[in-house]
Protein backbone atom coordinates (compact mmCIF):
# COMPACT_ATOMS: atom_id res chain seq x y z
CA UNK A 1 0.00 0.00 0.00
CA UNK A 2 0.79 3.79 -0.08
CA UNK A 3 1.06 6.17 2.57
CA UNK A 4 1.58 9.85 3.14
CA UNK A 5 2.63 11.80 6.30
CA UNK A 6 2.49 15.25 6.41
CA UNK A 7 4.55 17.33 8.83
CA UNK A 8 5.11 21.37 9.56
CA UNK A 9 1.66 22.20 10.76
CA UNK A 10 1.66 24.46 14.00
CA UNK A 11 0.87 28.13 15.25
CA UNK A 12 1.74 31.06 13.74
CA UNK A 13 0.80 34.84 14.04
CA UNK A 14 -0.25 36.73 10.81
CA UNK A 15 2.05 37.64 8.90
CA UNK A 16 4.06 34.70 9.37
CA UNK A 17 5.19 31.45 7.47
CA UNK A 18 5.14 27.85 7.85
CA UNK A 19 6.71 25.17 5.27
CA UNK A 20 4.39 21.81 5.31
CA UNK A 21 5.79 18.59 4.11
CA UNK A 22 4.46 15.22 2.79
CA UNK A 23 6.54 11.91 2.50
CA UNK A 24 4.93 9.15 0.29
CA UNK A 25 6.43 5.56 1.00
CA UNK A 26 5.09 2.28 -0.42
CA UNK A 27 6.16 0.48 -3.70
CA UNK A 28 5.77 3.08 -5.64
CA UNK A 29 6.60 2.69 -8.83
CA UNK A 30 5.12 6.79 -10.27
CA UNK A 31 3.49 9.77 -8.74
CA UNK A 32 1.09 11.90 -11.35
CA UNK A 33 -0.25 14.84 -8.95
CA UNK A 34 0.79 15.67 -5.71
CA UNK A 35 -1.69 17.90 -4.26
CA UNK A 36 -2.50 20.11 -0.91
CA UNK A 37 -6.28 20.16 0.67
CA UNK A 38 -7.18 22.20 3.91
CA UNK A 39 -10.20 22.01 5.14
CA UNK A 40 -11.76 24.59 8.07
CA UNK A 41 -14.14 23.99 10.70
CA UNK A 42 -17.75 24.04 8.90
CA UNK A 43 -16.51 23.76 5.80
CA UNK A 44 -15.72 21.67 2.52
CA UNK A 45 -12.38 20.27 1.57
CA UNK A 46 -10.55 22.63 -0.62
CA UNK A 47 -7.74 22.39 -3.06
CA UNK A 48 -5.18 24.58 -2.10
CA UNK A 49 -2.35 24.07 -4.64
CA UNK A 50 -1.26 21.20 -6.92
CA UNK A 51 1.65 20.02 -8.88
CA UNK A 52 2.42 17.35 -11.58
CA UNK A 53 4.91 15.44 -12.28
CA UNK A 54 6.69 17.71 -14.87
CA UNK A 55 6.26 20.83 -12.26
CA UNK A 56 3.41 22.48 -13.67
CA UNK A 57 1.68 24.49 -10.66
CA UNK A 58 -1.56 25.61 -9.83
CA UNK A 59 -3.19 27.48 -6.97
CA UNK A 60 -5.99 28.38 -5.50
CA UNK A 61 -6.59 32.07 -5.81
CA UNK A 62 -6.59 32.61 -2.28
CA UNK A 63 -3.35 31.61 -1.76
CA UNK A 64 -1.52 32.89 -5.24
CA UNK A 65 1.16 35.12 -4.37
CA UNK A 66 1.67 33.71 -0.90
CA UNK A 67 1.77 29.95 -1.17
CA UNK A 68 4.48 27.84 -3.03
CA UNK A 69 3.99 24.35 -3.95
CA UNK A 70 6.92 22.33 -5.11
CA UNK A 71 8.36 18.35 -4.98
CA UNK A 72 11.32 16.63 -4.66
CA UNK A 73 10.50 13.20 -7.02
CA UNK A 74 13.29 11.59 -5.84
CA UNK A 75 12.38 11.93 -1.92
CA UNK A 76 8.91 11.18 -3.28
CA UNK A 77 8.16 14.41 -1.26
CA UNK A 78 5.63 17.47 -1.73
CA UNK A 79 6.30 20.52 0.39
CA UNK A 80 4.12 23.57 0.61
CA UNK A 81 5.75 27.23 1.66
CA UNK A 82 3.18 29.34 3.17
CA UNK A 83 4.26 32.74 3.64
CA UNK A 84 2.06 36.24 4.43
CA UNK A 85 -0.21 33.69 6.47
CA UNK A 86 -3.88 34.82 7.41
CA UNK A 87 -6.21 33.71 9.88
CA UNK A 88 -8.57 32.21 7.42
CA UNK A 89 -5.67 29.92 6.54
CA UNK A 90 -6.54 28.04 9.52
CA UNK A 91 -7.07 25.03 8.87
CA UNK A 92 -6.17 20.95 8.80
CA UNK A 93 -3.80 20.65 5.57
CA UNK A 94 -3.97 17.30 3.70
CA UNK A 95 -1.32 15.64 1.27
CA UNK A 96 -2.99 13.68 -2.12
CA UNK A 97 -0.89 12.08 -4.74
CA UNK A 98 -2.29 9.99 -7.55
CA UNK A 99 0.02 7.34 -9.30
CA UNK A 100 0.83 3.56 -9.22
CA UNK A 101 2.61 0.99 -7.18
CA UNK A 102 3.68 -2.50 -7.37
CA UNK A 103 1.13 -5.35 -5.41
CA UNK A 104 1.59 -8.82 -6.11
CA UNK A 105 3.12 -8.69 -9.40
CA UNK A 106 0.77 -6.10 -10.87
CA UNK A 107 0.81 -2.45 -11.71
CA UNK A 108 -1.98 -0.61 -9.85
CA UNK A 109 -3.03 3.03 -9.40
CA UNK A 110 -3.30 4.47 -5.92
CA UNK A 111 -5.05 7.71 -4.93
CA UNK A 112 -3.35 8.37 -0.70
CA UNK A 113 -4.49 10.54 1.31
CA UNK A 114 -2.69 11.61 4.29
CA UNK A 115 -3.73 12.19 7.85
CA UNK A 116 -3.66 15.81 7.86
CA UNK A 117 -1.40 18.52 9.91
CA UNK A 118 -2.79 21.25 11.63
CA UNK A 119 -1.90 24.65 10.86
CA UNK A 120 -3.30 28.17 13.25
CA UNK A 121 -2.65 31.17 12.04
CA UNK A 122 -3.90 33.58 15.33
CA UNK A 123 -2.17 36.39 17.64
Known amino acids: QVQLVESGGGLVQPGGSLRLSCAAS????????MDWYRQAPGKQRELVAGITSGGTTNYADSVKGRFSISRDNAKKTVYLQMNSLKPEDTAVYYC?????????????????WGLGTQVTVSS
Open 96 to 112: NAVGVYHSGGLHRTFNA
Open 26 to 33: GSILSIND
